[in-house]
């Protein structure tokens, strides 16, 4: 076989003046510090619990003057609550649920898909979700909580053929698009979440330990 042959058989040499185009480097790999990955996951933890007692805190309050003074905790004062402790924590905080009375609640998609995964379950049977994850914009430390009806959450959110007029008046009122009635004890409501972006452990300090609540894993009704 000729030279010539052998030539043709390879790869042509760049024309002269065309570009050559350099191959992408590869991409860095990911650095993890687990330390900072346990201390985001503290903190996010620790401000969902902030956040389940502060609203179960004032709601209980409220309802000692009836459902009405309730109802008006929820609407006005639950966001207010749930900006005091974004802003104590840094940590971005809320509820959701499938079936929303205040449309502000509707939750970033993770929450979404957990709902979306636990649809039908009883709150005691919906897993408790914390992880650490890494997405486009960086990472994050993630906890979700099940939100469970009580008895007391009835009032509001339960049977609409039950619910008394008063109430059922101001929830028209208030929320047009209500979709959260129609609930049993025990039922999945929401969920209470806590989202964290992760630091390098020497500038993300060990949060303080959270005020106690009677029970974390039922904190609020989703106003």
């Known amino acids: 076989m000729s030279l010539f042959l052998l030539n043709a058989c390879g790869e042509a040499p760049p024309r002269p003046g065309a570009q050559v185009v350099a191959p992408e480097p590869p991409a860095p790999a990911e650095v993890v510090d687990p330390k900072a990955d346990a201390l985001a996951l503290a903190k996010a933890t620790d401000a969902g619990a902030r ?6 805190g004032r709601l209980t309050q409220a309802m000692l003057d009836g459902p009405g003074a309730a109802m008006t905790a929820c609407s006005d004062e639950a966001q207010g609550l749930t900006a005091q402790v974004r802003g104590e924590s840094g940590a971005r905080v809320g509820r959701a649920s499938l079936k929303l009375r205040n449309p502000t609640n509707s939750g970033p998609d993770w929450v979404q898909a957990w709902l979306t995964a636990n649809e039908g379950k009883p709150g005691a049977e919906a897993a408790l979700s914390s992880e650490v994850t890494t997405t ?5 430390a993630r906890v979700i909580r099940p939100i469970t009806v009580e008895a007391g959450c009835l009032t509001c959110h339960g049977d609409p053929a039950a619910i008394p007029p008063p109430v059922k008046e101001q929830l ?9 009635t129609g609930y049993k004890v025990g039922d999945l409501r929401g969920a209470l979440w806590a989202e964290l972006p992760v630091k390098p452990a020497a500038e993300n300090p060990a949060p303080a330990p959270a005020p106690a609540t009677p029970d974390p894993v039922a904190p609020t009704q989703e106003g």
């Open 51 to 56: 956040l389940g007692a502060a609203l179960k």
């Open 172 to 180: 028209t009122a208030r929320y047009p698009q209500d979709a959260a």
């Open 136 to 140: 486009p914009e960086g990472r994050f």
